[in-house]
């Protein structure tokens, strides 16, 4: 109100000079007419400033709401108004907006996605040590649910070791890397933990914090360490016969009949022993290598014949009979020569762990899905503690029990677990002492995909 005012005064002013110059006959009539249209102009400029205003509260109201993240409408104005080119770049920039945060929101979808499925833990933590943000492979390393709500790290991270990682990678202002272990259920974890500090300005930094599961890795060193320690072990005690024997001789005993024989034989077995252990050695690392799987129709019926006349003659000094009652025309789809070393080893223990006048059962099982070849003995048995650890590298069963004396690699039922593993098979054996052993290998009838 006090803007008309002004604006009136200021017009019935201007109206009024002008009349004073003209100096009209009636200067009276015309001061009144001066005022009057200053009334009548001061109607127009009232009705233009709230036409002003009205556009400006529509403009205002709508960068407003695209300042606050709605979505109010398009102001459409005509072409011809002052205003027009100022609403279409609010419009434009509404729309850009809408794109922009439409993306975003896409990005956050997708980080948060690639966050949740992440083997990684992650965990990121600010300048006052409390926790931004934490995917579920986190909770899991720590075994602790993770609150959204900011609070501090020590909250969730009770390993002194990690904790102490976080805190000095805070206090140092530098990336810290170490592998440690985290306890867990069933089993605790080898982890490789990295504190990465990064900082965006002198007063704002944060750490974040990332356990990889190392676990695997660690325990597959160590069995490569225990592998070389074990071969190295077991070649040293032959070749050590060998050498000892055949020094033996050399210093004279060759020239005693009975003696040179005997040592002879020994040297004879102690080599077999070498070659036997080598040629296991050499079929796994063929087998880690990933050699290919041959499938093919295979007349197992007749393989599993060949094999049970192979090894009569080892039946026969060990005084153990074969039953053969698998089918003769009895086919299947497999990998012949990694059957061939499956059944020869596990029909050979079933001889050579058994008793005199013990037997050896060969039967088969056919089903839509799968076929399974059980070998049966009568022979010692392995211990329930035994039987957890039969497929490791290098082991032998106690056989204390019994007077035999068995000879072997110790790899036989490791090499037959890989073996099977590749074909897509199970194994399963069953033993109780004083009983025997069953031993089950079951393979799918379909035509396998080689994965190996």
């Known amino acids: 109100m006090k803007r008309l005012f002004v604006v009136l ?31 009548i102009e001061l109607a127009g400029v009232s009705y233009l400033l709230r036409w002003g205003d009205q556009r400006i509260s529509i403009l205002t109201k709508k960068v407003e709401g695209i300042r606050h993240e709605e979505t109010p409408a398009h102001v459409l104005l005509s072409p011809h108004d002052p205003f027009y080119q100022l609403a279409l770049q609010i419009n434009y920039l509404q729309t850009h907006q809408r794109k922009v945060q439409r993306k975003m929101a ?42 959204p709500r900011r609070h501090p790290f020590t909250q969730d991270v009770h390993q002194f070791e990690l904790a102490s990682l976080i ?36 007063d704002y930094f944060q750490v974040l914090v990332l356990l990889y599961d190392v676990t695997e890795v660690y325990a597959v060193e160590q069995m490569q360490v225990d592998f070389v320690s074990n071969a190295s072990h077991e070649l040293k005690t032959p070749v050590t016969a060998i ?44 087998l880690e290598s990933g050699n290919a799987v041959e499938l093919a129709a295979v007349p197992v019926g007749q393989q599993i014949e060949m094999q049970v006349a192979l090894l009569k003659p080892l039946a026969a000094v060990n005084q153990v009979t074969l039953v053969n009652q698998v089918p003769h025309d009895f086919v299947a789809n497999t990998d012949q020569h990694k059957f061939d070393q499956i059944l020869k080893n596990v029909l050979g223990n079933a001889i050579k762990y058994n008793r005199p006048d013990g037997q050896v059962v060969l039967t088969e099982q056919l089903t839509d899905r799968d076929w ?11 211990s329930p503690q035994d039987q957890l650890r039969v497929f490791e590298r290098f082991y032998r069963a106690e056989v204390s029990h019994s007077n035999q004396r068995v000879s072997g690699s110790g790899l036989g039922l490791a090499i037959v677990r890989e073996l099977v593993e590749s074909l897509n098979g199970k194994i399963d054996l069953q033993s109780e002492l004083g009983v025997g052993t069953t031993v089950t290998l079951t393979f799918p009838r379909q035509a396998l995909t080689p994965n190996k």
């Open 9 to 39: 005064v200021v017009i019935g002013s201007v109206n009024t000079a002008l009349v004073w110059l003209v100096r009209p006959a009636q200067l009276g009539i015309g001061i009144l007419l001066a005022w009057s249209l200053a009334l």
């Open 106 to 147: 896409g990005q956050n979808q997708e980080f948060a996605t690639l966050l949740d499925y992440l083997p990684i833990g992650v965990m990121v933590i600010d300048r006052y040590r409390k926790v931004e943000l934490a995917n579920p492979a986190m909770e899991q390393f720590l075994q602790q649910q993770i609150s």
């Open 167 to 202: 805190n000095t990678a805070l206090n140092e202002a530098a990336t810290q890397h170490r592998v440690l272990k985290l306890p867990g259920t069933p089993n605790e974890r080898t982890v490789d933990a990295q504190a990465i500090y990064t900082a965006t300005s002198q």
């Open 243 to 286: 050498s000892g024997f055949a020094k033996t001789l050399l210093a004279g005993a060759k020239d005693d009949p009975e003696k040179l024989t005997e040592f002879l034989e020994i040297i004879d077995q102690q080599s077999e022993r070498l070659v036997e252990l080598i040629n296991d050695v050499l079929t796994i690392s063929h």
């Open 372 to 382: 399974t070849l059980r070998i049966a003995d009568t022979g010692i048995g392995i």
